[in-house]
């Protein structure tokens, strides 16, 4: 099970340990809205890539990379591809991570092992002295584990609303500006000061950003760069690359690597 519905949650919370692990491979998952009051949760994928939407961000979570997501947040979790689903709730009540906020982090070899221990063991009785040890050691190579971002903000007026639906959840490219005043019945200067004032970036930089996200999670799902370059409606797969190369500092080939 990826996520937990509230009888489940209901258990999650009358468990002792601290610190619980679930462990699945998935296909074309979409959790729903939903939020755990009683813990915060790590979110991580040895392969594959997930996408997290709360009501004003949404967040990529590629390969060897783990998302933390405080408790009481609501979000909704979907991917398409197949995904290694791993799964950490930390009971905020005994682990002191509330000063944490929505982030990613990448993830070391060592702390990608760990992880895996975590998520295979059970949730019943006391810790042994190795799963102290482990968590000790979870514990210190998260705290030094580097933060990368891959956010990007949900304008929330109205009038981008059913729009944002299809750009976030369908995956849909953001059509140009002027066609996007012709959708929504607004004029470019309106768009872009709703984008300035609700995002701090012009929609022409929102939109580049989205399709930079949208490429690391096809590739993280092994697609041919002619597809990828075709998908984001590039007029080539040099175009593709070049774009690629002067937002991330990598080639595609090489991102992942």
């Known amino acids: 099970m990826a996520y937990l519905n509230k009888e489940q949650e209901l258990h999650l919370s009358a468990i002792e340990q601290e610190v619980i692990g679930l462990a699945s491979d998935l296909v074309q998952h979409d959790s729903g809205f939903h939020s755990h009051e009683t813990h915060a949760q790590i979110l991580y994928a040895p392969s594959g890539c997930m996408t997290l939407l709360t009501r004003h961000q949404q967040v990529i979570l590629p390969p060897q990379k783990l998302m933390f997501i405080p ?61 102290h040890n482990i968590l000790t050691v979870f514990w210190d190579e998260f705290h030094q584990a580097q933060k990368e971002s891959y956010q990007l903000d949900i304008p929330s007026d109205y009038r981008l609303q059913s729009w944002m639906a299809a750009f976030m959840l369908e995956k849909k490219v953001p059509p140009f500006l002027h066609e996007l005043a012709q959708y929504v019945g607004a004029s470019e200067k309106t768009i872009t000061r709703i984008f300035k ?55 595609p080939a090489k991102y992942f690597v």
């Open 71 to 131: 408790a009481g947040l609501e979000h909704r979790v979907t991917f398409r591809n197949v995904v290694a689903y791993r799964s950490i709730y930390l009971d905020i009540r005994k682990v002191n991570v509330e000063t944490l906020g929505l982030e990613v982090r990448v993830v070391s070899p060592l702390l990608a092992e760990v992880i895996e221990r975590i998520c295979q063991w059970g949730w019943e009785g006391e810790y042994t002295p190795a799963q």
């Open 197 to 251: 004032r609700e995002t701090h970036m012009s929609y022409q930089a929102w939109r580049q950003q989205w399709r930079v996200y949208r490429a690391i999670e096809l590739l993280a799902e092994n697609t041919v760069i002619s597809e990828i370059s075709d998908q984001l409606e590039f007029s080539s797969d040099s175009a593709f690359i070049e774009f690629f190369k002067n937002h991330t500092g990598r080639t």
